[in-house]
């Protein structure tokens, strides 16, 4: 145990310096390449900050992993939004909706790493107490470590359902957890992120908007809050994101995406030496001729009103032969060297579609249609009237956060589930659809060395 957590701080600070990938499979090493001791990492204000930012840091070492591309690529290719234009054998199981639980995409690139983010999490919270640094940086990164334990919550339960809950460095205990109740999950993310907003509420807002801040914070428990039919907090904690005045909505599109966009509220700043973001690498095709290889479904995109500016700036079509190819061009960049589009996690936008959501629940109609009305209008389109009937206002606000964040963040897959429309629009598209598959598999390493661990209902490989 004492080595293992030597070896997670040599990793967290060597990460800053190095922006190297070494520690991608800590799990398996149990002897250190160099051991830094809990003292030497929290002894100073620079080591301390350095072992913070070496978990961001870990976040975007790989692309197309968990919090870094994986969820807009492989979420929008298991909903109705994506499809891989050639076999492949990582996308094919996700586009027809067959993975199983030796699937090393949901087993390395998304599962694990989740954890891996959570252990290293876990072992900075461990040791804040007692670090030498200021109480106002320990009061940051406290605040910093719950936002991002709570992030990485949210995905895992929207993903399996039941996880373990992981809240230690203790290898002995969670060697062997069960996975916990996701009502309960939902209860400790929530109570992480009510634990930051008070430990964040006086910290400034770091320039660069890459590490989390009281409103990175306010915006995740709304769309927790949101998740769990919990209305009221969430209209409350989105109204008070909207109110602060510190976020306004681009009103060019084509600057939405970019480091310095007004409307970004957590972004994660790129380190790969030539590529800015894994999303404009992925769907952006490697050449002026060349076909993409990731598309968007033309039923899809038939669902955009003629006017629609999201089709045309956050859009293209290439043609090859007979076929027309859209693919997502958010992101603009696919490779430079010059950092100009970060990963952007939260973004206002997705506060006016979580207040106009939860007033419609809470019965302020016009209230909820305005909202709306504020995300139509800045993509061209003309306002719905206050008196929209309420059948209409559902199938216009599916709609609407359909296009606001189509191959971003798994926001349609987790959508469809939570409105219960997935085995309809899903079963539809997808021959090998099934119920059961709202849940991805628990990987199979997991099953194998803890016997306590069951697997997700309807997965028998």
């Known amino acids: 145990m004492k080595k293992f957590n030597k070896y997670i701080y040599c990793c967290l600070v060597t990460t800053v310096i190095l922006q190297a990938s070494s520690c991608s499979k800590f799990l398996e090493v149990e002897t250190p390449v160099g051991e830094v001791s809990s003292s030497t990492v929290f002894n100073s204000e620079s080591s301390a900050q350095a072992a913070v930012v070496g978990l961001y840091s870990q976040v975007m070492v790989t692309n197309n992993y968990f919090l870094n591309g994986g969820l807009s690529l492989y979420g929008g290719l298991y909903a109705d939004e994506l499809y891989n234009t050639s076999a492949n054998s990582n996308y094919d199981p996700f586009k027809s909706s067959s993975l199983t639980s030796a699937n090393s995409i949901v087993s390395n690139n998304l599962y694990r790493f989740a954890y891996n983010y959570i252990y290293q999490a876990n072992l900075i919270l461990e040791n804040l107490p007692e670090a030498r640094i200021s109480d106002n940086n320990k009061l940051r990164y406290t605040g910093e470590m719950f936002f991002m334990r709570s992030l990485c919550y949210f995905y895992l339960v929207n993903l399996w359902g039941d996880v373990p809950l992981i809240l230690s460095t203790d290898q002995e205990v969670n060697r062997i957890a069960t996975r916990t ?82 409307e970004t ?59 027309n190819y859209y693919f997502p061009a958010k992101y603009k960049i696919r490779s430079n060297a010059v950092k100009t589009e970060f990963n952007i996690a939260l973004r206002l936008a997705e506060a006016y579609l979580i207040r106009s959501e939860s007033n419609f629940r809470l019965n ?25 009937p309420a059948n209409q206002y559902e199938e216009t606000l599916m709609q609407e956060r359909s296009h606001e964040f189509f191959a971003e963040w798994g926001h349609r897959w987790l ?36 016997t306590k661990m069951t697997q997700n209902e309807g997965y028998n490989d």
Do not use: C, H
């Open 181 to 262: 109740n996701k009502l309960d999950i939902y209860k400790q993310l929530i109570s992480d992120l009510l634990q930051a907003e008070i430990q964040l509420k006086d910290q400034s807002t770091d320039v660069e908007k890459s590490r989390p801040d009281l409103y990175a914070v306010k915006l995740l428990l709304s769309r927790a809050y949101l998740y769990q039919k919990d209305y009221r907090n969430a209209f409350a904690k989105a109204d008070e994101v909207i109110q602060s005045g510190k976020y306004s909505l681009e009103q060019d599109l084509t600057k939405v995406f970019l480091a310095g966009s007004k």
């Open 364 to 388: 302020n109609y016009e209230n909820a249609i305005t909202d709306l009305n504020v995300i139509r209008k800045r993509a061209g389109l003309t306002d719905l009237p206050l008196d929209l």
């Open 265 to 323: 509220i957590l972004q994660f700043r790129p380190l790969g030496p030539n590529f800015n973001t894994a999303e404009g690498f992925t769907f952006l095709p490697s050449s002026s001729t060349a076909s993409p290889t990731i598309s968007l479904f033309a039923n899809w995109m038939k669902t955009f009103e003629s006017t629609d500016q999201r089709q045309t700036q956050w859009v293209t079509k290439r043609t090859s032969g007979s076929v």
């Open 415 to 450: 959508d469809l589930k939570r409105w219960d429309k997935a085995a309809v629009i899903l079963s539809s598209v997808k021959t090998e659809w099934n119920a059961y598959k709202e849940l991805f598999p628990i990987p199979n390493y997991e099953i194998i060395r803890n």
